[in-house]
């Protein structure tokens, strides 16, 4: 069980979500590299380190260069994670996600690397090596393993109530609305993600299917089918402003995301920049400008309805007419607490 503390992540805190999005990457890494160096001397003077995708060996490395690789891999990821929770810290939830991410993302490659490697032991030719499911079953649990304990290591906490500061730059005041003591109001529309990216993600799924079918990878197929799946889920959403507050759920009902109106300070616009300011589309985090620290659903440019929170964290969704969106949840606000 995760503990849960108040008032913000403390230096204890957040020493803690350093340790498992930065540190764990660093000791997994090290581990790999140890092993793969203690093997040097039963292992081929090149051993394999590229498979086709017909599951044979394709590419050979010398064992410091999968070393190398493995060290490499580790230490990028862990300077990504400590950049990363650094930004984000004020969100619990995005911190204990960003250290699961990089945490399991290394031990996943470390874990494949080293399985694959450890099976090249004894061999004075790597050319034969194939590529077998279970060691790619082996590393993907690893991965999850070592995700879930870094989310574990993560304390939750609750930032508590901040005082209401001055808009963001860029965040335009949503104008008057009027709603009525007895008067009950729904706002919705659906949002999804059109142009390049839907292209890009079209096509991605679409070459993952076709090296799955052309190289009888099945596994590789039904990772298309599942990254249909996600893309369907994550970038088609239909966002909800009610006396309930912000509701934003997926195509299948996941993700979902609910903002209660009494956790609920202020709503306003802001045009999105994707790349920009949030580094790509989807559901992401902003770690730079303006909108530092915002989370939520970037599927196009432009405007945007900016949802601040009681206790400062922000939440962002990119949709049509989100001006109407801002000014519902301001007057629900004001009937029910007396002003924004």
Known sequence: MTEQT????????LARAVLAGAGLPIAIGAVGVALVLSWRDDLPARVASHWGIDGTADGFSSVSAVAW???????????LGLALVLAVRADATITRVVAA????????????????????RGLGDATGV?????????????????AVLAAVLVPRWSPGARPLGP????????????????ERVVWTRSAATGGVPAVVLIADVGVTAAIGIVGRQWWVLGLS?????????????TVTVDERGLRVRGRF??????????????ASTVTVRPVRDFG????????????????????????????ERTDGARTVVTVDDAVTAAALLNALLERRFGGV
């Open 130 to 146: 194939e590529l077998p499911g279970a060691v790619l079953a082996g590393a993907l649990a690893a991965g999850v393993v070592v």
């Open 225 to 237: 089918v599942v990254l249909a799946l996600l893309a369907a889920a994550m970038f088609s959403i």
């Open 101 to 120: 991410t990089t945490a399991g993302t290394t031990a996943f490659v470390t874990a494949l690397v080293v399985l694959l490697t450890e099976r090249q």
């Open 167 to 182: 808009l963001p730059p860029g965040a335009t005041t949503a104008p008057h609305l009027d709603v009525g003591a007895g």
């Open 69 to 79: 690789l493995i060290g490499g891999f580790a230490a990028g990821f862990a300077v």
């Open 253 to 266: 009902g996941r993700p979902r995301l609910h903002t209660s109106l009494d956790r609920i300070a202020r």
């Open 6 to 13: 108040t008032g913000g992540p403390g230096g204890g805190v």
């Open 280 to 307: 790509g589309w989807g559901y992401r985090v902003s770690a730079v400008g303006p909108l530092r620290g915002a989370r939520g659903y970037v599927l196009r440019g432009g405007e945007a309805l900016l949802v």
